[in-house]
Each structure stands twice: as C-alpha cells, then as structure tokens.
C-alpha cells in the first residue's frame, strides 16, 4: 500500500513529528512541515503566515525559552475534498522541562489542515488553543489525568 493510501497514519506521522520537532527545539524542520503559505496560531493567540516567518517566530521562542515538552493524543483524523485535505484533532500537555509532572495550565487543544502538496501533506493551518474548559475544572483535570498517562514526553496515542 501507498504511503499517501493510509492517509489516517500519513496525518499522524506529520502530527507527532511536528511535536517531535518542538520537542528538539528544532525551528527549521518544524517549519518545513508546512505549506510555503501555510499558517498557525500560537497558544497565545499569534498568528504566523508562511513557513519563513514561522521559522522565525519559532527560533526566536526557542532561543528565549527552554520550552515545555509536548505530549499528545490524536482524538480524530478526518479526510476531506477527496483525501487531497486531512484534518487532525488532538490533545497535548506540556511538561515543563526537568519536571516530574506536566503543567495543566499548557493543556492545549491542537488542530491541523493538511494538504497534498506534491506527494507529501503539509501542514496548511496548525492551531493550539489553551484547553481552558471555562467553569469546568473536571474537564480540565479528567484531561490532565488522560495526558498523564501517557508518560513522560515521547508518549502518544
């Protein structure tokens, strides 16, 4: 079978390797994984257009901070317009660097949009939203709970 004919596995493999790279503090191949136009939006509302300045905006993080380690759980991958676009739902904790455990206030909700672009899928949107469940701390600690399990960083479902 075709690497793109498993386009559940294909989304999830750019899905973690961008968590992978974040993890390595690794700017450059994080913002290889996007389209030439691609975008995202920061856990702080900063919205990035195109893999150069998502290069940029992401070196300059990764020069001033020692950035928390992601942990994720994919929750759904859907296909879409014929399998030429993927949409990815996830959810990730973060674990302060040294710690022994993750920090629920980087609880995140991630969504990614793929595209096929010449043979490959890369990233056209990657959206991390703050999984805040306003007014609802179980939701918030039954997640925390979910991403603890899956162990330190590295860990995936």
Same mark, same amino acid.
């Given at each position: ?26 700017a450059r191949a994080m913002a290889a994984r996007f389209a030439e136009r691609g975008s995202m939006v920061g856990f702080d509302g900063s919205t990035i257009d195109s893999r150069t300045a ?6 300059? *993080?990764?020069?001033?901070?020692? $950035? +928390? ?6 929750? %759904?991958?859907?296909?879409?317009? /014929? ?39 890369? *990233?056209?949107?990657?959206?991390? $939203? +703050? ?6 701390? %179980?939701?918030?600690?039954?997640? /925390? ?13």
């Open positions: 079978m075709n690497e793109l004919d498993d386009w559940t596995a294909a989304a999830r493999r750019v899905y973690f390797a961008l968590l992978d790279d974040w993890n390595r503090q690794d998502i290069d940029a905006h992401l070196a300059s *993080i990764f020069t001033q901070h020692a $950035t +928390p380690l992601f942990v994720a759980k994919v929750r %759904e991958v859907r296909r879409m317009a /014929s399998g030429q676009v993927l949409l990815l739902r996830g959810a990730a904790g973060m674990w302060p660097r040294g710690a022994d455990d993750l920090n629920p206030e980087l609880n995140a909700i991630q969504t990614m949009v793929l595209s096929l672009c010449d043979g490959v899928y890369r *990233i056209e949107m990657f959206q991390n $939203t +703050p999984a805040a469940f306003h007014g609802r701390p %179980e939701e918030g600690g039954k997640l /925390s709970t979910e991403l603890r399990g899956l162990g330190r960083p590295g860990g995936r479902v």
